[in-house]
């Protein structure tokens, strides 16, 4: 026979918290996902892609 404690989290409660983590979750991606496109439109970004792109992709490997 099951014994009850006040430490147990009934289905209503689990549901409850289930619900809770999944929007923290959808507000956690959704604030990346503006940071990732604030990021993107910056002009700081946009330097640095422009500066990037003005090297050669040079291999690591050492030519006899």
């Not at 956690?28 to 330097?47: H, K, M, P, R, Y």
């Amino acid at each position: 026979m099951a014994t009850t404690s006040e430490s147990s989290v009934s289905f209503d409660e689990t549901d409850t918290r289930s619900d809770e983590m999944y929007r923290t979750i959808e507000e956690w991606i959704d604030n990346l996902v503006d940071g990732v496109d604030d990021a993107q439109t910056s002009a700081e970004f946009q330097e640095w892609l422009d500066v990037q792109s003005r090297f050669h992709d040079y291999s690591s490997r050492t030519h006899s």
